[in-house]
T-cell receptor, first 111, second 110 residues
Framework: DSGVTQTPKHLITATGQRVTLRCSPR?????VYWYQQSLDQGLQFLIQYYNGEERAKGNILERFSAQQFPDLHSELNLSSLELGDSALYFCASSVVGGGYTFGSGTRLTVV | EDKVVQSPLSLVVHEGDTVTLNCSYE??????LLWYKQEKKAPTFLFMLTSSGIEKKSGRLSSILDKKELFSILNITATQTGDSAVYLC??????????FGAGTRLTVKP
């Protein structure tokens, strides 16, 4: 158990719908990073939050948004879903000996 | 544009072989280079490298960084079937985001 908790583990939804993915970082960690991993794109950085504030932004679509709450959990909102949004979405936090700790991911399937 | 390129993309070896995985990068505001192992689910951290020429070692795995030539290698000696995985290289920038390479898929046959 990495200490980074992601829910749900699996999500199946239809095109055009909106979903929310949730992440709780390790206890005491202030940062949350969101990544998308699809078969043809590899791991892509989406966005980082630190103590409630957006810190860095990667290749995040305008249809996607995120926030980090006062209790430090984070939510990634994906709207107007398309088939191409099907992917594994990872959340990561902290620097363990310099490396990030990843949650187990949410597998999103858009049908 | 920032790039992290791993080679080879896939590799099949037999148990006991030694493998070398490569990662080259062109990234602005370089801070460190990290190696991860990904099996079925989340990537797990292997090494972080910040200085050139200093080898990091953990059991049969070792890694080194060359900041002048902008590359890193990951060596695995005496491979075992449990080493079968995708090995990811990532470069962390000063703003803390990480850019990942596409990965090398290693298959170790008995």
């Amino acid at each position: 158990d990495s200490g980074v908790t992601q829910t749900p583990k699996h999500l199946i939804t239809a095109t055009g719908q909106r979903v929310t993915l949730r992440c709780s970082p390790r206890s005491g960690d202030l940062s949350v990073y969101w990544y998308q991993q699809s078969l043809d794109q590899g791991l892509q950085f989406l966005i980082q939050y630190y103590n409630g504030e957006e810190r860095a932004k990667g290749n995040i679509l305008e249809r996607f948004s995120a926030q980090q709450f006062p209790d430090l959990h984070s939510e990634l909102n994906l709207s107007s879903l398309e088939l191409g949004d099907s992917a594994l979405y990872f959340c990561a936090s902290s620097v363990v000996g310099g490396g990030y700790t990843f949650g187990s991911g949410t597998r999103l399937t858009v049908v | 544009e920032d790039k992290v390129v791993q080679s080879p993309l896939s590799l099949v070896v037999h148990e006991g072989d030694t493998v070398t995985l490569n990662c080259s990068y062109e990234v602005t505001n370089f801070r460190s280079l990290l190696w991860y192992k990904q099996e079925k689910k989340a990537p797990t951290f292997l090494f972080m490298l910040t200085s050139s020429g200093i080898e990091k070692k953990s059991g049969r795995l070792s890694s080194i960084l060359d900041k002048k030539e902008l590359f890193s290698i990951l060596n695995i000696t005496a491979t075992q079937t449990g080493d079968s995985a995708v090995y990811l290289c990532a470069v962390r920038r000063n703003n803390n985001d990480m850019r990942f390479g596409a990965g090398t898929r290693l298959t170790v046959k008995p």
